[in-house]
C-alpha cells in the first residue's frame, strides 16, 4: 500500500530564507508525486509533479523538488520565502500500476508561516 | 473559463439527515473526483466519476454516493449523517482519470457541520 508522511506539521521561516518542506513517500513501484498548496478558504493548486522523467521537477512560484529513490523522499524546496508563501502544503502520491484506478495519496500537510 | 464551483459553501446538518453536495466542473473536464478533508488533515479520496461512471472508490461506506450528469457536472450525496462526517468536502476536475497527465483543478470546497 502507498503512504506519504510529511515531516513537520508546522514550519516557520524569516522572509527571504531558504523553504524546505519534507516529503516521504511508500510504494513498491515507482509512484507520481505531487505537491499542492492550499491558501486559506481556497481549494488546492497544483505546485509541481513528478512522473519519472527529469528528478529534479520545477514548478510554479520558484518552487521545486527532487525525487530521491534511494531516500523515498520528495522534499519541496524555495531558496527565499516571501510572506505570500504563508499556506499548507500537501504532498500526494498516486501509483502507476492502479490502472485508471489512480487515486491521489495524500499527506497530512505542513503549515508553512513566513516571519517578516 | 470559469473554474470548478461548489455549492453551497457552508452547511449545517443534524445527525442522522441527508445532505446533497454539487459540483460544476471546469468546461471540457469529463472527471470528477471528490474529498473529504477533515480538520488539520490531508484530503481523503472519497470516489471518482469518469464520463458519468463510478471510476473508483476510497474507503467510505455506502451512505457515501455520488452522481456526475452529461454536462459532467456531479453530486455527493451522504445519508445517515454523523458527526465524524463533519469536514471540508473538496471537488475536483481534470481532462482525464490518469493523475500524471490530468492535472486536477479544485473548487474552494463546501464545509459541511454536523452537529
Request: glycine residues 8%; neutral net charge; aromatic residues 12%.
Amino acid at each position: 500500500a502507498q503512504s506519504v508522511t510529511q515531516l513537520g506539521s508546522h514550519v516557520s521561516v524569516s522572509e527571504g530564507a531558504l523553504v524546505l518542506l519534507r516529503c516521504n513517500y511508500s510504494s513498491s513501484v515507482p509512484p507520481y508525486l505531487f505537491w499542492y498548496v492550499q491558501y486559506p478558504n481556497q481549494g488546492l493548486q497544483l505546485l509541481l509533479k513528478y512522473t519519472s522523467a527529469a528528478t529534479l521537477v520545477k514548478g510554479i512560484n520558484g518552487f521545486e523538488a527532487e525525487f530521491k529513490k534511494s531516500e523515498t523522499s520528495f522534499h519541496l524546496t524555495k531558496p527565499s520565502a516571501h510572506m505570500s508563501d504563508a499556506a499548507e502544503y500537501f504532498c500526494a502520491v498516486s501509483s502507476p500500476n492502479a490502472g485508471n484506478n489512480r487515486k491521489l495519496i495524500w499527506g497530512l500537510g505542513t503549515s508553512l508561516a513566513v516571519n517578516p | 473559463e470559469t473554474g470548478v464551483t461548489q455549492s453551497p459553501t457552508h452547511l449545517i446538518k443534524t445527525r442522522g439527515q441527508q445532505v446533497t453536495l454539487r459540483c460544476s466542473s471546469q468546461s471540457g473536464h469529463n472527471t470528477v473526483s471528490w474529498y473529504q478533508q477533515a480538520l488539520g488533515q490531508g484530503p481523503q479520496f472519497i470516489f471518482q466519476y469518469y464520463r458519468e461512471e463510478e471510476n473508483g472508490r476510497g474507503n467510505f461506506p455506502p451512505r457515501f454516493s455520488g452522481l456526475q450528469f452529461p454536462n459532467y457536472s456531479s453530486e455527493l450525496n451522504v445519508n445517515a449523517l454523523e458527526l465524524d462526517d463533519s469536514a471540508l468536502y473538496l471537488c475536483a476536475s481534470s481532462l482525464g482519470r490518469q493523475t500524471e497527465l490530468y492535472e486536477q483543478y479544485f473548487g474552494p470546497g463546501t464545509r459541511l457541520t454536523v452537529t
